[in-house]
Nanobody
């Protein structure tokens, strides 16, 4: 069984930074990416933010966060991170780490989010004020 435990998040003003962590226990299926998805207020569907393909280390970012967010992982600590810089009010959302079937990291974060997920973290709120 895989468990994903998130930490980090909080409230910042526009232009600020936050770092999210996702501690992983258990073995991730080799066919799955790990990454971050978010659900904004009033939106029904979660959107992909960033993901890493464990088979080749490739990372994909949503266009909306490219250049501002950085996904990284510490294999020794079995932890995934999302460093978020220059946060904007539109980044306000509940952020989730998750595993997802991974044809590629790009597909993992751009495909519709109604299927192909394995495990989810508990979610952490990020609120950005203007």
């Amino acid at each position: 069984q895989v468990h994903l435990v998130q930490s980090g998040g909080g409230s910042v003003q526009a232009g600020g930074s936050l770092k999210l962590s996702c501690a992983v226990s258990g073995d991730i299926d080799s066919t799955h990416c790990m990454g971050w998805w978010r659900q904004s207020p009033g939106k029904e569907e979660r959107e992909g933010v960033a993901a890493i393909d464990g088979t080749d280390g490739s990372i994909a970012y949503a266009d909306s966060v490219e250049g501002r967010f950085t996904l990284s992982q510490d294999n020794a600590k079995n932890t995934l991170y999302l460093q978020m810089n220059d946060l904007q009010p539109e980044d306000t959302a509940m952020y989730y780490c998750a595993t997802r079937l991974c044809p590629s990291a790009r597909v993992a974060i751009t495909a519709p989010t109604f299927a192909d997920f394995g495990f989810w973290g508990q979610g952490t709120q990020v609120t950005v004020s203007s």
